[in-house]
């Protein structure tokens, strides 16, 4: 079966860095395209990267010019480099796969933002 593993949360600083890593296990067909989610208690689960197929990229206005998604070449691993962190960031973060119609999401990781 399909497996999503979130890595790489923790307690950092305003102004820290962290990387969340996300790695797919078993087999996703026609991968579209992979993201980050996040939610903070009380809200909504709302986008904060996504990167497709074909490498582009898409950014909440919240995170532009701090985050930065990536991916491996084959598509199994996908990233986000997060940089200037600030304690409204703080959220449980969830990767997404896209596999044709279908969305594969990870448990979460908790990713907390706090002097």
Do not use: H
């Not at 996300?22 to 395209?33: L, P, Q, R, W």
């Not at 691993?77 to 990767?95: F, G, H, I």
Request: net charge positive.
């Amino acid at each position: 079966q399909v497996q999503i593993v979130e890595s790489g949360g923790g307690l950092v600083q305003p102004g820290g860095s962290l990387r969340l890593s996300c790695a797919a296990s078993g087999i996703i067909f026609s991968v579209y395209a992979m993201g980050w989610y996040r939610q903070a208690p009380g809200k909504q689960r709302d986008l904060v990267a996504t990167i497709t197929s074909g490498g582009s990229t898409d950014y909440a206005d919240s995170v532009k010019g701090r985050f930065t998604i990536s991916r491996d070449s084959a598509e199994n691993t996908v990233y986000l480099q997060m940089n200037s962190l600030r304690p409204e960031d703080t959220a449980v973060y969830y990767c997404n796969i896209r596999g044709g119609n279908r969305y594969y999401w990870g448990q979460g990781t908790q990713v907390t933002v706090s002097s």
